[in-house]
C-alpha cells in the first residue's frame, strides 16, 4: 500500500501527554472530572533521537510533510516537539501541527514559526468557540494564552489556521470566531461536524471542580454556514482540507468501493510508542492484530526502535495484505472509514483571511 517510488506524508502521534481532557477524546475520562485514563495513556513520547536515527538526510528527501496530530496527545506536550519541528524543516520537510495551542510559551512559539517558515509549514489551532465556550470542550485550556500564542506565532508570518468543532454551546459564535480569525492574520477557518455523537442527542461529562455538563450537537451544520459564508470572497485557491490530494494513479480500491486514504496519500502513521500502521484509525485495533497474525508477523516487527522505518515501509503487511482484506471485506475498520466513508467532515470556509 506504500510506494517507495512517490513521496511519503507521514502522520506521527509525538506522544499521548496533554494539558487538557476533551471530554470526547480518547484519552479523557469524562465522567470522572475529564482526568486522563490511565489504561490507555502511558505518559511517553518520541524523541529527538528516533527523529534523527529514520529521518535522515537521505530520507527526507522522499517525505513531503509530516502531519504531527494523533491519536491520544498533543504534540506540543512531547518534551523535544520543537526541536522535531526544527530537524525536519531544516531538511526541507513541511510540517504541520494540531494543537489546543495552550501550552509553551510565546519565545516558543515565535521560534516555531521561524522553523515553519522555512518549508511553509502550518499549525492547525483547534480552539472550538470564544473564551467563555472553547474551554467547555477544551478543558484545562486558557484561552488568553491560546490568543497570546497564536499572535506570537502569526507575527513570524508562518501560517495558521483556526479549526472550529461545531456544538449546541458554540455555534452562535461562528461569525464572531471567523472575524476574528481573520483579524488576527489566520489563513484559514475551518467548521468540523463530529460524529462522536452517534445516535445520541447528548454526551454527558463532568469538569474537573465536579460539575456535572452535557454536549449537544449543533443544530446547524459546517455546510449551513459555509452557504451563508458563500458571499465572502475565497480567501485561497487550495483544496479544501481533508481533500484527498491530486489524483495519482496507484493501487488503492476494490470491488466493495473502498479507497484507501492511506494508500492514496502514501501515508504511514507511526504511534508515539515507535509503532508503524496503515493509518491512525487502524492502529493498535483488533483487525490490526489480526492481519499480523495472518501474515504470521510479530507486531514488534513494527516498531522504528527495532527496525528500520524504511525497511518496515517495504514490508508485509503493507505489501499485499491490507489490500487483500479489502478485496476479501475482511476488515471493517476499512470499510467503515473508507468505504461508507464514516468520518468528520470539514467545511472551510471562505474569505477568513
Ligand atoms: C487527539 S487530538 C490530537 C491533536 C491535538 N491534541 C488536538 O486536539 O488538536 C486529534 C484530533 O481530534 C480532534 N477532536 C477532538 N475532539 C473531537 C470531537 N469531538 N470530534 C471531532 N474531532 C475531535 C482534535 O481537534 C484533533 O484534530
Ligand atoms: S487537546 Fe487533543 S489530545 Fe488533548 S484532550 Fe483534547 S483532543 Fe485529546
Ligand atoms: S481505514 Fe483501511 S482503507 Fe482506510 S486508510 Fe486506514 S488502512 Fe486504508
Wanted: aromatic letters at 10%; charged letters at 25%; glycine letters at 6%.
Amino acid at each position: 500500500m506504500f510506494s517507495q517510488d512517490r513521496p511519503y506524508s507521514f502522520h506521527i502521534e509525538l506522544t499521548d501527554k496533554c494539558n487538557a481532557g476533551c471530554p470526547m477524546c480518547s484519552r479523557t475520562k469524562e465522567l470522572d472530572r475529564c482526568r486522563p485514563n490511565l489504561m490507555k495513556v502511558q505518559n511517553i513520547e518520541l524523541t529527538l533521537a528516533d527523529f534523527q536515527a529514520h529521518f535522515t538526510d537521505d530520507f527526507c528527501r522522499r517525505v513531503v510533510d509530516v502531519d504531527l496530530c494523533g491519536g491520544l496527545g498533543d504534540p506540543l506536550a512531547a518534551p523535544q516537539c520543537l526541536e522535531i519541528c526544527d530537524h525536519l524543516t531544516a531538511r526541507g520537510v513541511k510540517v504541520s501541527i494540531s494543537t489546543n495551542a495552550s501550552l509553551r510559551s510565546t519565545r516558543w512559539w515565535t521560534k516555531l514559526g521561524e522553523y515553519f517558515n522555512r518549508t511553509g509549514s502550518h499549525v492547525e489551532f483547534h480552539i472550538d468557540g470564544l473564551a467563555d465556550s472553547n474551554p467547555l470542550y477544551r478543558i484545562n485550556t486558557s484561552f488568553d494564552k491560546i490568543m497570546a500564542n497564536a499572535a506570537a506565532y502569526i507575527a513570524t508570518g508562518a501560517r495558521a489556521e483556526w479549526h472550529y468543532i461545531l456544538f449546541r454551546h458554540n455555534e452562535h459564535q461562528v461569525l464572531e470566531a471567523q472575524a476574528l480569525a481573520r483579524d488576527m492574520g489566520f489563513r484559514k477557518f475551518v467548521l468540523i461536524d463530529t460524529i462522536r455523537f452517534g445516535a445520541r442527542e447528548r454526551f454527558d461529562y463532568q469538569m474537573p471542580d465536579g460539575e456535572h455538563r452535557s454536549l449537544e450537537p449543533s443544530v446547524h451544520d459546517g455546510a449551513y454556514f459555509k452557504a451563508r459564508f458563500a458571499d465572502l470572497p475565497e480567501a485561497s485557491p487550495e483544496a479544501s482540507p481533508g481533500s484527498l490530494g491530486p489524483e495519482i494513479p496507484v493501487e488503492t480500491t476494490d470491488g466493495e468501493g473502498i479507497v484507501c486514504k492511506s494508500a492514496v496519500q502514501n501515508r504511514p502513521y507511526i504511534n508515539c510508542e515507535g509503532y508503524v500502521s496503515a493509518c491512525c484509525w487502524t492502529a493498535g485495533s483488533n483487525e490490526e492484530l489480526q492481519t499480523l497474525d495472518l501474515a504470521g508477523l510479530r507486531r514488534s516487527e513494527f516498531n522504528i526502535r527495532h527496525r528500520p522505518l524504511a525497511e518496515i515501509l517495504a514490508a508485509e503487511p503493507f505489501v499485499s495484505h491490507f489490500a487483500q482484506a479489502w478485496l476479501d471485506g475482511s476488515n471493517p475498520i476499512c470499510q467503515r472509514k473508507c468505504g461508507q466513508m464514516i468520518r468528520n467532515k470539514r467545511h472551510a470556509i471562505p474569505g477568513a483571511g
